[in-house]
C-alpha cells in the first residue's frame, strides 16, 4: 500500500490548478444510463472514485472510451444492457446507488447492492429508496441488494424530502426526468455539484426548473439528447489549498474555480486573518502571521460550512491562537483525524459530536495512518507544517479524491514523496 513521506516545515507559493469535482462527476457520470444517445463528458478529476464508477457503468452495458489523458470520456449504450450493480463495485464507492434512480426510469428494473457503510458513518439509503418508492417503484431488500422494478414507467409527484440528503436528492432528479408527468421535490439539498447535475441534464434537453431554494420542478420527457459537458471544479479541493496556504504562511493563486462556490470557507479563513482576492476563476490567498481562534463551526448542509472540509479546518484550528470548537452535524463518525492528530501533538478533546480544539500547537513529525478520504489530507496538511519527518500510510484512501495531490503539493513547495 502506497504512502506519503513528508518533511515539515514549508510554507507554500505558486500556482495550483484545481481538478474536476469528485461529486459533480459522479451522480452526472450515473446519470448517463438514462440515455440512448452518446453523451461526452469533460474535466473528470483522475481519481480511483471516478474509475470506479465508470467500471460500474461498464458492468451495466455502457461502451466507455476514456481520452488519453483520463479527463474525458465519451460513452455510449451497448445493446446488452444490464440492471445489475455488484457489490464488489458499490462497496468501495457509496455513490455506486446513484444507479438505482437512472435504472429504474430507464428500464424500469435493478438489482443494486445496498452500499454498506463506511468509516463515517452507516451511511443508509433510505431517503433514497423512500423517494423513489414515491415515483412508482417497488423494491425487496434481500442479501444485501435492492431488488427493484416499477410497473412501466415511473409517475411524477409532489415530494417534501424530511432531511435534506445530498444523494437522496441527485438520485430522484436523475428518475424524474423520464417519469410520466411533473416531480416536484421539496426540501433538496441545493450543493454547487447538485446544480452541477441539473445544468448538465438539462443541457441534454431535460425539462428541469429551480422554483424555490430548495425547490425543483422535473417535466418527465420521452428521450434526451446526445450532451457534451464539462463538470464543475472541486470546490472542496479548493479549500483545502486555501487552507493550506494559510496554515504554512504562504501565499498561493488558486485557479479555475469560481470562487463563489466556497464564499462561508473564504468568509472563515479572512476571519482567522487570511488575505484574499477573488476574480471570476480564481482567488489569491496570503496566510496570516497570526491565526485568530473560531468558535462554534457547525457543519451543515450548503450553503453552509461543509462537512468535507471539517478535518481540514480542524488542522488550521490547531496552530490558531486560542480555543476553538467544531461541531459535526451530517455524519455521526467524522472524527478519526483526532486521534491522528494527537499522534503529531495536537490538543483536542471531542464529546459526541462537539470537538474542542486548543490553539497553539506546533506539530512534532509522527508515523500516520490515514481513515477516510477528508482526514486523510487533513493529516497532509498537519505533517506540512509538522517539525520533522511524517509517514501517512493508507494514501489509497486520498487517492480516492484528490488527483495526484502530492505532485500539486511539490510544485508549491512541499518535501513530500509518495512511495509505493
Ligand atoms: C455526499 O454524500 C458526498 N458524496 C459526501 O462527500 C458529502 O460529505 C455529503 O454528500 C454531505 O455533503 C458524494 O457526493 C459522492 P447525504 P451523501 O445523503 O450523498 C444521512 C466525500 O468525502 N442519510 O447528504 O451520502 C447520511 O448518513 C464524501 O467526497 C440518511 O440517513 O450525503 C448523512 O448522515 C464523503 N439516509 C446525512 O444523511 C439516506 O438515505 C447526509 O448524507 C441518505 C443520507
Given at each position: 500500500m502506497d504512502k506519503f513521506l513528508i518533511k515539515g516545515p514549508c510554507k507554500i507559493k505558486g500556482n495550483v490548478y484545481v481538478s474536476g469535482s469528485k461529486n459533480a462527476a459522479l451522480p452526472i457520470l450515473a446519470s448517463t444510463l438514462l440515455f440512448d444517445q452518446t453523451v461526452k463528458i469533460k474535466n473528470l478529476p483522475r481519481v480511483k472514485d471516478i474509475e470506479t464508477m465508470l467500471n460500474l457503468l461498464k458492468s451495466l452495458g455502457s461502451i466507455i472510451k476514456l481520452s488519453k489523458n483520463k479527463k474525458s470520456v465519451i460513452i455510449t449504450k451497448s445493446?446488452?444492457?444490464?440492471?445489475?450493480?455488484?457489490?464488489?463495485?458499490?462497496?468501495?464507492?457509496?455513490?455506486?446507488?446513484?444507479?438505482?434512480?437512472?435504472?429504474?426510469?430507464?428500464?424500469h428494473k435493478a438489482i443494486t447492492s445496498l452500499p454498506g457503510g463506511c468509516l463515517i458513518g452507516a451511511r443508509p439509503v433510505n431517503y433514497h429508496l423512500s423517494t423513489l418508492k414515491r415515483l412508482g417503484m417497488k423494491y425487496q431488500i434481500r442479501k444485501g441488494y435492492i431488488h427493484?422494478?416499477?410497473?412501466?414507467?415511473?409517475?411524477?409527484?409532489?415530494?417534501?424530502?424530511?432531511?435534506?440528503?445530498?444523494?437522496?436528492?441527485?438520485?430522484?432528479?436523475?428518475?424524474?426526468?423520464?417519469?410520466?408527468?411533473?416531480?416536484?421535490l421539496k426540501n433538496c439539498a441545493i450543493e454547487p455539484e447538485i446544480k452541477d447535475l441539473t445544468k448538465f441534464l438539462s443541457s441534454a434537453g431535460a425539462k428541469i426548473k429551480w422554483t424555490g431554494k430548495?425547490?425543483?420542478?422535473?417535466?418527465?420527457?420521452?428521450?434526451?439528447?446526445?450532451?457534451?459537458?464539462?463538470?464543475?471544479?472541486?470546490?472542496?479541493?479548493?479549500?483545502?489549498?486555501?487552507?493550506?496556504?494559510?496554515?504554512?504562511?504562504?501565499?498561493?493563486?488558486?485557479k479555475n474555480i469560481d470562487p463563489k462556490v466556497i464564499q462561508t470557507e473564504l468568509n472563515l479563513l479572512?476571519?482567522?486573518g487570511a488575505k484574499i482576492k477573488k476574480s471570476k476563476?480564481?482567488?489569491?490567498?496570503k496566510g496570516p502571521k497570526k491565526l485568530k481562534s473560531l468558535n462554534n463551526i457547525e457543519t451543515k448542509e450548503y450553503p453552509n460550512f461543509p462537512t468535507d472540509l471539517q478535518a481540514q479546518l480542524m488542522v488550521l484550528l490547531c496552530r490558531s491562537d486560542g480555543r476553538s470548537t467544531i461541531t459535526e452535524n451530517i455524519f455521526e463518525n467524522?472524527?478519526?483525524?483526532?486521534?491522528?492528530?494527537?499522534?503529531?501533538?495536537?490538543?483536542?478533546?471531542?464529546?459526541?459530536?462537539?470537538?474542542?480544539?486548543?490553539?497553539g500547537t506546533s506539530?512534532?513529525?509522527?508515523?500516520?495512518?490515514?481513515?477516510?478520504?477528508r482526514a486523510s489530507v487533513a493529516l497532509v496538511l498537519a505533517a506540512m507544517v509538522a517539525y520533522g519527518k511524517s509517514t501517512i500510510?493508507?494514501?489509497?484512501?486520498?487517492?480516492?479524491?484528490y488527483e495526484k495531490i502530492e505532485n500539486k503539493l511539490r510544485k508549491v513547495g512541499v518535501n513530500i514523496k509518495r512511495i509505493s
Open positions: 445493446k446488452n444492457k444490464k440492471v445489475f450493480a455488484s457489490y464488489s463495485l458499490v462497496k468501495t464507492m457509496r455513490a455506486g446507488i446513484l444507479v438505482l434512480g437512472p435504472l429504474i426510469a430507464k428500464y427493484a422494478n416499477s410497473k412501466g414507467k415511473l409517475k411524477g409527484t409532489k415530494i417534501k424530502f424530511s432531511n435534506i440528503s445530498v444523494g437522496a436528492t441527485e438520485n430522484s432528479i436523475i428518475a424524474a426526468c423520464l417519469a410520466k408527468g411533473k416531480t416536484i430548495r425547490t425543483v420542478e422535473i417535466e418527465g420527457i420521452n428521450s434526451l439528447n446526445s450532451a457534451s459537458y464539462s463538470v464543475m471544479s472541486d470546490r472542496i479541493e479548493a479549500g483545502t489549498f486555501c487552507i493550506a496556504a494559510c496554515i504554512t504562511r504562504g501565499n498561493i493563486v488558486i479572512k476571519k482567522m476563476n480564481e482567488i489569491y490567498i467524522r472524527f478519526m483525524h483526532v486521534a491522528e492528530l494527537r499522534r503529531l501533538g495536537a490538543k483536542i478533546s471531542v464529546k459526541e459530536n462537539k470537538a474542542i480544539i486548543e490553539g506539530f512534532q513529525g509522527a508515523e500516520l495512518m490515514s481513515s477516510d478520504l500510510n493508507r494514501i489509497y484512501h486520498l487517492d480516492r479524491g
